[in-house]
């Protein structure tokens, strides 16, 4: 049975490691904690009954409460997918507006991405000497594609 914690926003995971020392301590029956990085404020404990969620939950630092109503697998599926968004479709080569910051309204060239860190360089195509900037990737709009004819 899966059962839904309220716990304090931003503890989440801090949360979920009390929550496997004291099942481990106390030999609870849980079978696995997770805690969905998109769900804020929430984790998800699979346990053999609810009274084995409910002493697990009690007098736990940051747990606020149990859902009264259990959760399906195919729900959990749901909010735990990832879409990707159609700011990973820039490539190098493509031309770029800056949405926010010093350069906002800008047009710029994608010359390297660090898929690691999230971080575009681009070279601004407005300016004489093109100097390399580091940008967050969620601050590029896609304008124009690398292999696209058209004018920007």
Do not use: C, W
């Not at 939950?57 to 959990?76: F, M, P, W, Y």
């Amino acid at each position: 049975m899966i059962f839904v914690f309220r716990v304090t926003t931003g503890q989440e995971k801090i949360v979920s490691q009390m929550l496997e020392k004291k099942a481990r301590a106390q030999k609870i029956a849980i079978y696995s904690l997770l805690v969905p990085e998109n769900v804020k404020g929430y984790l998800f404990v699979e346990a053999a009954s609810e009274n084995d969620a409910v002493n697990l939950a009690q007098k736990t630092r940051h747990v606020k409460g149990i859902l009264k109503s259990q959760i399906e697998l195919a729900e959990i599926e749901k909010m735990v997918k990832a879409e990707k968004p159609a700011a990973l479709t820039i490539e190098i080569g493509d031309i770029v507006e800056i949405k926010s910051g010093a350069f906002k309204g800008d047009k710029a060239k994608v010359t390297k991405i660090d898929d690691n860190k999230d971080e575009l360089t681009v070279e601004f195509t407005d300016m004489a000497v093109p100097i390399p900037t580091t940008i967050k990737r969620k601050i590029a709009k896609l304008v124009k594609k690398s292999g696209d004819e058209a004018e920007y």
